[in-house]
């Protein structure tokens, strides 16, 4: 299994996109084939994420104040969010809440230096 799994609202209501991050050393051709017509492999081109580490399990209340205090931080510094949250789990299921890592990502427009 990789590490994150990224999960992201789906536009379908109560539905969810799922990825798996894949070694930076493979590429299209080396990735194993899906054998569920459910499962797409696509590249994703470099994006820029403003994001915030926290433990504990990923229920809604958890992620939901990580996301409010990210998005009150991105406010605080002027950055502007271009997609909707990302959430990236790391550990099994079977870890302990405490030593869990979790993430909530924003991606962000990219910083334009002077």
Do not use: C
């Amino acid at each position: 299994m990789t590490a994150p799994v990224i999960q992201q609202a789906s536009t379908e209501k109560g539905k969810w996109k799922i990825r798996f991050v894949m070694p930076s050393d493979s590429t299209m051709d080396t990735l194993p084939k899906p054998n569920d017509s459910r499962v797409e492999l696509l590249p994703i081109s470099e994006k820029r994420y403003a994001v915030i580490r926290f433990s504990g399990f990923s229920s809604q209340d958890n992620l939901e104040s990580h996301l409010e205090e990210l998005r009150t931080y991105l406010k605080a510094q002027n950055l502007r969010p271009i997609d909707d949250p990302v959430f990236a789990f790391y550990n099994p299921p079977w870890t302990l809440p405490f030593l869990r890592r979790n993430e909530v990502m924003i991606e962000i427009e990219p910083v334009v230096s002077a």
